[in-house]
DNA sequence: ATGACGGTGTGGCACCGA
């Protein structure tokens, strides 16, 4: 099985590119995407079904926006963190069964944070919060997890182009790595870094001052799975192509091989 | 040091992203 996660940065624009990806990686089980920012009444529910996907959405105005495009028909889909009332749309979960068994699958869009010291910053944390109380009751129910999204959170010095300067910004903070620790803590694994791989490997470049071409990235973008899962994770790759593209999302899809 | 790029909105720029 499969599992894919893009931060498309407006599917509006991005969906040709989504459509051809889709059609070069005929193996992929379900994509979980970020911002959207579409309004659900907007979303491209008929080219999604043409290209023969189920889809499951939930967006708003300008910003945020999931979706979670499957082979088979996602069930048990949630919306949003249970439990924290949030005005963002950040968070779709479905059940999808893949190779004759269920997996959950959890699409995420974590809070960017701005700046330490702002308000978005103290969301940041209390989104985390409720994130991992609702993330216990999932991983309760639901033995084989994936979790993946844009986390805007680099878990260690070696997933930043230049750690020094990032000191006192967000996305590499003491508090949010204690934040992505104690995802990891409750039983769930980083794929990427099962495996070893290329140094200065990111998901994410600056649009601006030539980021991707001098490669300035962050990896924020991850795939974490359950202990059930982690035996089977047979590779995890960010599909750096995709950034080279005309007209690319800032980010970078990571994907997921699992087998068993 | 700042802004730079790209996307959205109802715009003539401001905002946000990371």
Redesign the pocket.
């Known amino acids: 099985m499969k599992f894919a996660t893009w931060?498309v940065?407006?599917?509006?624009?991005?969906l040709p590119q989504l459509l051809d990806w889709l059609a070069a990686n005929p193996d992929i089980d379900a994509v979980v995407l970020?911002?959207t920012?579409?309004?659900d009444d907007k979303f491209p529910t008929m080219e999604i079904g043409a290209a023969g996907y189920q889809v499951q959405w939930f967006g708003q105005?300008?910003?945020n926006g999931v979706a979670l495009i499957s082979k088979t028909v996602a069930k048990d889909v949630v919306k949003n963190i249970v439990g924290y009332a949030d005005e963002q749309a950040r968070v779709i979960a479905g059940t999808v069964t893949v190779d004759g068994s269920e997996v959950r699958v959890i699409g995420a869009?974590f809070?960017?944070?701005?700046?330490l010291d702002s308000d978005?910053f103290v969301y940041k944390m209390a989104w985390l919060d409720s994130l991992r109380v609702w993330l216990a009751e999932e991983m309760k129910a639901h033995e084989k997890l994936v979790i993946m999204g844009?986390f805007?959170i680099a878990p260690e010095d070696q997933d930043v182009y230049d750690p020094a300067a990032f000191v006192g910004?967000?996305?590499t903070s003491p508090q949010e790595r204690a934040h992505f620790q104690a995802l990891i803590d409750m039983g769930l694994t980083d794929a990427y870094r099962m495996f070893e791989q290329a140094p200065k490997s990111y998901s994410?470049w600056?649009?601006?001052?030539l980021g991707f071409q001098k490669n300035k990235g962050?990896r924020?973008d991850h795939i974490l799975v359950s202990n059930a899962l982690k035996p089977g994770v047979r590779s995890c790759v960010i599909d750096r192509p995709m950034r080279k593209l005309p007209?690319p999302?800032?980010?970078a899809p990571v994907i997921v091989e699992i087998s068993g």
């Open positions: 931060n940065n407006s599917l509006a624009v991005r970020q911002e920012k579409l309004t105005k300008t910003y869009y809070p960017n944070g701005q700046a978005k844009d805007n910004q967000t996305h994410w600056d649009y601006r001052m962050l924020i007209k999302s800032d980010h």
